[in-house]
C-alpha cells in the first residue's frame, strides 16, 4: 500500500512556473513507476507525465514536452513535476499515481493502483 499527497499546486500567471510534489508513504517507493495526471472541468482525465520505477524511462504528453519536467528523488519518497511556460489551458486538477509491482510506466490511468487526492492549478491569461 502506498499513500499520495500533492502540493505545490496554485494560481499562477500564463509564462509563469510551478513546481509539483508528490510524497509517498508506505511501501518502498523507490519500486514504482509514477505518473501526473490532470482533469479539467467536464473532461476526462489525461496523461501528462510518467516515469519509471529506475528512473530511466520518462515519457510526456506531447502538449507538454519542453515545457514540463518530471523527476523523483526516491530517498525522499517524492516525485516532481517542475512546470515552466504555463499556458491558460493548463489549467487542471493534477494528479499523482503509482504503479506498483515494478511494473513499467503506463498513459493509461486504469494502469495506476494508487492516488493522490489531487492538487489545483490555475493559469491566468
Known amino acids: 500500500q502506498v499513500q499520495l499527497v500533492e502540493s505545490g499546486g496554485g494560481l499562477v500567471q500564463a509564462g509563469g512556473s510551478l513546481r509539483l510534489s508528490c510524497v509517498a508513504s508506505g511501501n518502498t517507493f523507490s519500486y514504482y513507476a509514477a505518473g501526473w495526471f490532470r482533469q479539467a472541468p467536464g473532461k476526462e482525465r489525461e496523461f501528462v507525465a510518467t516515469?519509471?520505477?529506475?528512473?530511466?524511462?520518462?515519457y510526456y504528453a506531447d502538449f507538454v514536452k519542453g515545457r514540463f519536467t518530471i523527476s523523483r528523488d526516491d530517498a525522499k519518497n517524492t516525485v516532481y513535476l517542475q512546470m515552466n511556460s504555463l499556458k491558460p489551458e493548463d489549467t487542471a486538477v493534477y494528479y499523482c499515481?503509482?504503479?506498483?509491482?515494478?511494473?513499467?510506466?503506463?498513459?493509461?490511468?486504469?494502469?495506476?493502483?494508487?492516488w493522490g487526492q489531487g492538487t489545483q492549478v490555475t493559469v491566468s491569461a
Open positions: 516515469i519509471g520505477w529506475s528512473g530511466n524511462t520518462i
Open positions: 499515481a503509482a504503479r506498483g509491482g515494478m511494473y513499467g510506466t503506463s498513459l493509461i490511468p486504469k494502469d495506476y493502483n494508487y
